[in-house]
């Protein structure tokens, strides 16, 4: 389905199969698009704006886009989805910053992205709401990643909170230099 709206084909209902065989050829969708408020509510999108957005412009018009192997829908779906909305596929990971350049990435992949410098990193959410919704908002859906010597084995974070994160870490040293100094009293 996702490769369908990304494309702006439109998604109908099984009416649509029963009308085109009963007037002996291929009626117009419009009337048959699927519709479903509840999820189109939970999910923030209106089916149809979004086929008529997608017919209008494609979504990833521009972008590069690049899939770790750790990303849930599978690469291979993703690349799929992706291309149908209008962007270029690059099988390996890019090193630097590029316009239009998307990583689609998850914190089990983190090892895999320590060399990129300045690209965006986001989570495959970027992807599967942003088609829905026709509209890609990088900033929420941005991982970030670690490049320091972080005790913190966490290195894409996703979005949680990286300055209490970094406080736990500065805080670690000075408790145990608390304990030490409190031994060497004994």
Do not use: N, Y
Not at 61 to 79: D, I, L, N, Q, Y
Not at 156 to 161: E, Q, Y
Request: hydrophobic letters at 40%.
């Amino acid at each position: 389905m996702l490769c369908a709206v990304a494309r702006g084909v439109p998604v109908v209902t099984p009416a649509w199969i029963q009308q085109c065989e009963q007037s002996g050829r291929v009626v117009d969708s419009d009337a048959f698009i699927v519709s479903d408020e509840e999820q189109e509510a939970k999910f923030h999108f209106r089916l149809r704006e979004s086929l008529l957005a997608a017919r209008e412009r494609p979504l990833f018009h521009g972008c590069r886009v690049h899939v770790t192997a750790g990303v849930k829908p599978e690469p291979v779906h993703m690349r799929d989805i992706v291309e149908c909305g209008g962007a270029t596929w690059l099988p390996k990971v890019p090193r630097t910053a590029q316009a239009g350049l998307l990583v689609v990435s998850c914190p089990e992949d983190s090892v895999r992205l320590r060399d990129c410098r300045g690209v965006d990193v986001v989570s495959a959410e970027l992807i599967l709401t942003g088609v829905l919704r026709q509209r890609l908002d990088v900033d929420a859906h941005r991982l970030s990643i670690s490049r320091g010597d972080e005790a913190d084995s966490s290195d894409i974070d996703g979005g949680r909170d990286v300055e209490q994160r970094a406080r736990k870490r500065a805080s670690v040293p000075a408790a145990r230099g608390a304990q030490v100094a409190s031994k060497r009293r004994r």
